[in-house]
């Protein structure tokens, strides 16, 4: 008898000693994968931030990322479990679904902000283009046209034409402020113009007329992508409101009906198809936004 209870406590020992070690490692594992995944997201919000010239610490935007997140996963668990008739688990589930959508907020405003920025910019370009060829015309320098459009004044595109003059102020020579520019603003317009204006100058050709004519190309291009996006806007509403349906009939069927909803908020094959069924809605959302993406 006394060796079957020995028997067993060395057994017992042994799991003990195997579950502990298994969690060790599961913990090492998500200590490490959670680093990479903060060093990562820290690496591309501080390119974000300084894409809008925004002078705010990367791990502000992870922080601000974080509180947001918790705080709308505890709203909603404490209106829904204690305001409503649903369960607590109901509450739960929903308040974890909302507080990973509410995670990436942050960043997706950055990339809007990015977005409508680099808009204004290329907007901004033609005239930018004019206004340098007229001021080559009338005899002024290449660096004192470019001056020209800092002394304008106009948001954006003044203020990275000041960060071409400063740099090139501190003795960068104009090709390498170009390439550090177009480098900074990934803008297929700006493009055209800074190789033009490199060949122009590496072959002696006639900057103002190549100018002239990147103008009238920037014009047709803004045509061209204007006409696009009104094309395409029924489909891009299109795509939001499918993407949302499935959503709302969800929150609608478990307010209506909660009884039907309780086979998916309450077992773990109900939570993983729900969790299955988000993951289809927001790649069919992708995919067809991806159709919908026309690059001219």
Do not use: H
């Not at 195997?18 to 490490?32: G, K, N």
């Not at 950055?110 to 009338?138: G, P, V, Y």
């Not at 939001?240 to 709302?248: C, F, L, R, Y």
């Amino acid at each position: 008898m006394s060796e079957i209870l020995n028997l067993g406590m060395i057994a017992c020992f042994c799991a003990f000693l195997c579950v502990t070690l298994a969690t060790l490692v599961f913990i090492d594992f998500i200590s490490y994968v959670s680093a990479r995944y903060k060093e990562k997201y820290l690496q591309e919000a501080t390119a974000e931030l300084d894409d809008v010239l925004l002078q705010v610490p990367a791990g502000r935007i992870l922080d601000v990322s974080m509180a947001g997140s918790a705080f709308v996963g505890f709203m909603a668990i404490t209106i829904i479990g204690a305001g409503t008739k649903w369960t607590w688990g109901q509450g739960i589930m929903v308040g974890i679904i909302l507080a990973t959508l509410a995670f990436p907020v942050p960043r997706m405003i950055l990339k809007m902000l990015k977005k409508q920025r680099m808009k204004k910019f290329n907007n901004q370009l033609e005239d930018a283009m004019a206004s340098i060829s007229s001021s080559l015309k009338a005899g002024f320098s290449i660096n004192q046209a470019l001056e020209t459009i800092v002394e304008e004044n106009i948001y954006p595109i003044s203020v990275e034409f000041r960060l071409l003059v400063q740099e090139m102020r501190l003795g960068v020579s104009l090709e390498d402020a170009l390439e550090k520019m177009l480098a900074r603003l990934e803008s297929p317009d700006f493009e055209l113009v800074a190789t033009a204006i490199i060949t122009a100058r590496q072959t002696g050709g006639e900057l103002t007329v190549v100018l002239d004519r990147l103008a009238g190309v920037i014009r047709e291009r803004l045509r061209i992508s204007n006409k696009l996006s009104a094309m395409t806007a029924q489909g891009k509403m299109q795509a939001g409101v499918i993407g949302a349906m499935p959503i709302a009939l969800m929150f609608a069927m478990t307010w209506i009906t909660p009884r039907v909803m309780d086979e998916f908020f309450g077992s773990m094959a109900g939570i993983l198809l729900t969790v299955f069924a988000f993951v289809m809605v927001f790649f069919g959302f992708i995919v067809i936004k991806k159709i919908l993406t026309i690059d001219i």
